[in-house]
């Protein structure tokens, strides 16, 4: 088993090399096992410290608050207590905005990819005239941008706060997966396209019925980027919606912990509602995240795709 | 056959005359391509429309920062006022407050959490065991895609009086420390917050790197002698720096806009004294006060001095390693 795994791994020293070398190997291999042993106690520490913070909120999602309040509560729960996540349940505000984030989520998406799509294919055609001059425009907003200001200035005239809109458009092109989407069309074989519209396929045609079906793994990879920011975000939806039956959940989230913090900071008997509402924190905290601990371990390994498509290039 | 020879000239309007009059266009002009790529440009309509509109219309609303703005009114303001906000800010002690906050946060994040991916990737690499190897970046990716308010809600939990951290130092020293709200506690809560969340995720370019590394140099230095160490040092350092100093051109540009939305759910006024940055400040000043102008100032100076930093960090690099971002 061991060796197997040995012969599997890239870098490693033993098998591949002959004679001489394998013996001197064999050698130094005593400060090579404890060097061995300290990496994995440091990589399983660093596994554990990644972890904990994500198994405590779930004991405290599931403690009672006369263990939280004593500062009992780390890995396990105490007290069990499951009425906390029976009032979140039931609270309507809490579905309203678990709602609203699935949809911020699914329209911000399309919108994203179509944008993104199209603007990639098109800079992508390297005798485009103006090429690099769209290029630069899109670059130069990763290094510049109007500010928090300006932004906020500008959405409100547009008339668009209190709305979707808000949320879904003002960022709607990531530079970032732009490029990555670039440079994936870029490394298409020309002949490709040539053949098609040599049978006759418009520029449309080419991208729809050639190139795009082509695509399929990095239009899934961009499409969980985009999902995955807009499932998280909150600070579009804190600055421009008001009606607390328009926010995602993350706002949920946040105001249940700002509203902590205030309780806190006042003093008083406010430090015994802060305590009680760490429990109420946690199973929000729990309810939130569990769609994406669900889905990450099976979706991963394509954002790791993602990063090494674009990375390649740069 | 004879069908598919024809069908080009069909689909592109206006293709038939363009083959005789193709001579008397200069190639290369806008005419010719606009006749040619007409279909491109349409696609690159709706991106350009957003751009211009949500990117470079707040650009040019910066001019604000030397116009008096009214709430309602025109987004570039209503008269100009010259230096007024730009002299209000640079005698404002809370702003050099928040900018000295802004340099040592962002120095300590470069210190502390640029290096700890690398590490972290080298380590990884190490491994013999593949599965455990995945197993540990499975893990350890995994804080990048939580949401910051759920990562702050987190923070908060593990400071608070009776959270880990509190447990842990009360079996240590036997007392409890106000980690959220003692000023003198946000540094070392943020800084390691921040490795936390960005330590896994952040070593991903570099392992990409290392797969990448030829295994025929490691071969030739072992022939040549060198240890394990040695190896890492001559070897894979250097396969990666390229990687290393793209990412830390990166990072100084990023440099002024440490952690705004992370501050913004964890920082309460009682820290303020060192948890201020520039943009938490801009944001109070601008949309909790409404001095939308001043606060416009103070966001114009930000994004000159993060530009004025990664023209200059990608200016060095060109000279001293060669690598740039253009």
Redesign the interface.
């Known amino acids: 088993m061991v060796n197997k795994?040995?012969t599997?791994?890239?870098?490693?020293?033993r098998p591949?090399?002959a004679g001489g070398?394998l013996l001197?190997?064999m050698r130094?291999s005593t400060g090579?096992r404890i060097?061995?042993a300290f990496?994995?106690v440091?990589?399983l520490f660093?596994?554990f410290?990644?972890?904990?913070?994500?198994l405590?909120?779930i004991a405290?999602s599931f403690s009672s608050e006369g263990f939280?309040?004593?500062?009992?509560?780390?890995l396990f729960p105490m007290g069990f207590n499951t009425e906390t996540y029976k009032l979140i349940l039931a609270e309507s505000t809490f579905w309203t905005n678990y709602g609203n984030t699935l949809l911020y989520t699914v329209v911000a998406t399309a919108i994203s990819m179509?944008?993104?799509t199209?603007?990639a294919?098109?800079?992508a055609?390297k005798d485009?005239?103006?090429r690099s001059v769209?290029i630069g425009?899109?670059?130069f907003?990763m290094?510049?941008?109007?500010?928090?200001?300006?932004?906020?200035?500008?959405i409100?005239?547009l008339g668009m706060r209190d709305s979707i809109w808000a949320v879904v458009?003002?960022?709607?092109?990531s530079v970032f997966n732009l490029l990555i989407m670039k440079s994936f069309f870029e490394n298409m074989p020309r002949e490709l396209e040539e053949a098609a519209?040599?049978?006759?396929?418009?520029?449309?045609g080419i991208?729809f019925r050639v190139v795009l079906p082509l695509s399929k793994a990095i239009v899934a990879t961009m499409v969980l980027f985009y999902a995955?920011a807009n499932?998280?975000?909150?600070?579009q939806a804190f600055?421009y919606l008001d009606n607390p039956d328009l926010f995602p959940v993350?706002i949920y989230?946040?105001n249940m912990?700002?509203g902590?913090?205030?309780a806190?900071?006042a003093g008083g008997t406010a430090e015994n509602v802060?305590?009680i509402a760490?429990n109420i924190?946690?199973v929000t905290?729990v309810l939130?995240?569990i769609p994406?601990l669900c889905v990450?371990?099976f979706v991963?390994k394509y954002?790791?795709s993602g990063?090494?498509l674009g990375?390649v290039k740069? | 056959m004879a069908l598919r020879l024809d069908a080009p000239p069909e689909v592109v309007p206006g293709a038939e005359p363009s083959k005789q009059k193709k001579r008397r266009i200069k190639p290369g002009s806008w005419k010719l391509a606009l006749k040619r790529d007409w279909r491109l440009y349409t696609l690159l309509a709706l991106p350009l429309a957003y751009l211009l509109i949500f990117r470079y219309l707040p650009m040019a609303g910066n001019v604000i920062a030397f116009r008096q703005f009214q709430p309602g009114g025109s987004i570039f303001g209503e008269k100009w006022v010259g230096f007024k906000y730009i002299t209000l800010f640079i005698n404002d002690p809370s702003f050099w407050q928040a900018f000295q906050n802004t340099i040592v946060l962002g120095i300590l994040t470069l210190v502390f959490c640029f290096p700890m991916p690398i590490i972290f990737a080298l380590m990884l690499n190490e491994l013999r065991s593949q599965k455990f190897k995945k197993f540990v970046q499975t893990v350890a990716y995994l804080p990048h895609f939580m949401s910051v308010v759920i990562i702050a809600g987190m923070i908060l939990q593990n400071f608070s009086m009776t959270g880990t951290v509190n447990q842990i130092a009360e079996s240590l020293f036997g007392n409890t420390m106000n980690f959220t709200q003692d000023p003198g506690w946000f540094r070392p809560m943020y800084i390691s917050s921040e490795v936390w969340q960005t330590m896994g995720w952040g070593a991903i370019l570099y392992l990409a790197a290392l797969t990448r590394v030829d295994e025929s140099l490691y071969e030739a230095a072992r022939i040549d002698g060198a240890n394990r160490w040695q190896q890492t040092w001559h070897v894979t350092l250097p396969a990666i720096r390229p990687t290393i100093i793209t990412l830390l051109i990166l990072n100084i540009g990023t440099f002024m806009a440490v952690g705004f939305e992370k501050i913004l759910l964890i920082y309460n006024p009682l820290n303020y004294a060192t948890s201020d940055v520039i943009s938490t400040y801009l944001y109070r000043v601008g949309l909790e006060s409404s001095n939308f102008s001043y606060a416009a100032a103070i966001g114009m100076f930000e994004s000159v001095i993060g530009l004025t930093l990664i023209l200059s960090a990608n200016a060095i690099s060109k000279r001293l390693a060669g690598t740039s971002l253009w």
Do not use: H
């Open positions: 795994t040995a599997k791994s890239a870098p490693s020293l591949r090399a070398v001197k190997d130094v090579m060097f061995r990496n994995l440091f990589l660093v596994v410290l990644t972890v904990y913070p994500f405590n909120i405290q939280i309040n004593a500062g009992q509560v780390n179509v944008l993104t199209s603007f294919y098109a800079i055609k485009l005239k103006g769209f425009l899109a670059v907003t290094f510049f941008n109007g500010g928090l200001i300006p932004n906020y200035v500008l409100s005239s458009l003002p960022n709607a092109i519209s040599i049978d006759g396929l418009t520029q449309y991208l995955v499932w998280n975000s909150w600070f600055l993350t989230l946040r912990i700002a902590v913090t205030t806190g900071s802060g305590q760490a924190q946690s905290i939130t995240v994406i990450y371990p991963q954002f790791f990063v090494m990375s740069e």
